[in-house]
């Protein structure tokens, strides 16, 4: 059993950055592949970054290509996302995933979560 728990989120003015943690439970962490989605009422939950187990393959999709990057410390169980040039369509519920093996594009093809926290990021 994997638990996430994401922090970081919060108010922003468009423009500026945030960095958000996930931090993970268990002893198999480097094995997870690991994901943050986010989610916005009346939207499709949409897949903003991913990275490996190891940390050496990351995917970033081009809606946040150039402004988001994903890390991960396997010694600190914690995987990162770091946000920059924030645009107000950026605020959404920001949720840490976490999988066994590789990495995937779609919500349910992992198999924990957390609870998310929030971005919001004004004009």
């Known amino acids: 059993q994997v638990q996430l728990v994401e922090s970081g989120g919060g108010l922003v003015q468009a423009g500026g950055s945030l960095r958000l943690s996930c931090a993970a439970s268990g002893r198999t962490f480097s094995a997870n592949a690991m994901a943050w989605f986010r989610q916005t009422p009346g939207k499709e939950r949409e897949l903003v970054a991913a990275?490996?187990?190891?940390?050496?393959?990351?995917y970033i999709p081009d809606s946040v290509k150039g402004r988001f990057t994903i890390s991960r410390d396997n010694a600190k169980n914690t995987v990162y996302l770091q946000m920059g040039s924030l645009k107000p369509e950026d605020t959404a519920i920001y949720v840490c995933?976490?999988?066994?093996?590789?990495?995937?594009?779609?919500?349910?093809?992992?198999?924990?979560y957390g609870k998310g926290t929030q971005v919001t990021v004004s004009s």
């Open positions: 990275i490996s187990g190891g940390g050496y393959t990351t």
């Open positions: 995933a976490a999988k066994e093996g590789q990495s995937g594009t779609r919500y349910r093809q992992y198999d924990y």
